[in-house]
T-cell receptor
Framework: DARVTQTPRHKVTEMGQEVTMRCQPI?????VFWYRQTMMQGLELLAY????????DSGMPKDRFSAEMPDATLATLKIQPSEPRDSAVYFC???????????FGQGTRLTVV | EDQVTQSPEALRLQEGESSSLNCSYT??????LFWYRQDPGKGPEFLFT???AGEEKEKERLKATLTKKESFLHITAPKPEDSATYLC???????????FGGGTRLMVKP
């Protein structure tokens, strides 16, 4: 059963701490997205990769957020230092080619206190 | 900049009461329009992709249609298990990224 796997599912951390979220895309998918979902803003694109190369990270606060794909089976999103306004659900999604659907993971619910 | 607006924000229906959800969009060259369903605490689940005006897709009680400016998700004789948030997204010709609307929260009462 092919699915996008995200870890951890829940994370509570103190302001100023580093947070790392991980995503395992569906095998064979060459595009990976990071989205953030809040009640106020809905789903916002933070960054996306094609064939492990970053194509667009304009939605990400560059001073504190970073996204990488160390290999084809792992994507990471880091926040350092974290702030309370970063509290949200972070979704990873993967897709195969343009014009086809993206499949979402279950998300990481981040709470920064 | 691509934009997607969904209406209504929330919709309450009685079981069996058919209705439609609207997704209005502006995009610089539409490559695809996508509908997703999202249940509380879960990630969006893919439903349909529409590529060109006039196209229709169906799945159980759901039918999605597309014009040059909007898409509709028609729900026929809904059941309580259809209760969820329905999200619409567009993809332009320039890349893979999906731009999402704010969603419509559907509640179907027995």
């Amino acid at each position: 059963d092919a699915r996008v796997t995200q870890t951890p599912r829940h994370k509570v951390t103190e302001m100023g701490q580093e947070v790392t979220m991980r995503c395992q895309p569906i095998l064979g998918h060459n595009t990976v997205f990071w989205y953030r979902q809040t009640m106020m803003q809905g789903l916002e694109l933070l960054a996306y990769f094609r064939n492990r190369a970053p194509l667009d990270d304009s939605g990400m606060p560059k001073d504190r957020f970073s996204a990488e794909m160390p290999d084809a089976t792992l994507a990471t999103l880091k926040i350092q230092p974290s702030e309370p306004r970063d509290s949200a659900v972070y979704f990873c999604a993967s897709g195969f080619k343009q014009g086809t659907e993206a499949f979402f993971g279950q998300g990481t619910r981040l709470t920064v206190v | 900049e691509d934009q997607v607006t969904q209406s209504p924000e929330a919709l309450r229906l009685q079981e069996g009461e058919s209705s439609s959800l609207n997704c209005s969009y502006t995009v610089s060259g539409l490559r695809g329009l996508f509908w997703y369903r999202q249940d509380p605490g879960k990630g969006p689940e893919f439903l349909f992709t529409l590529y060109s005006a006039g196209e229709e897709k169906e799945k159980e009680r759901l039918k999605a249609t597309l014009t040059k400016k909007e898409s509709f998700l028609h729900i026929t004789a809904p059941k309580p298990e259809d209760s969820a948030t329905y999200l619409c997204a567009v993809q332009n010709n320039a890349g893979n990224m999906l731009t999402f609307g704010g969603g419509t929260r559907l509640m179907v009462k027995p």
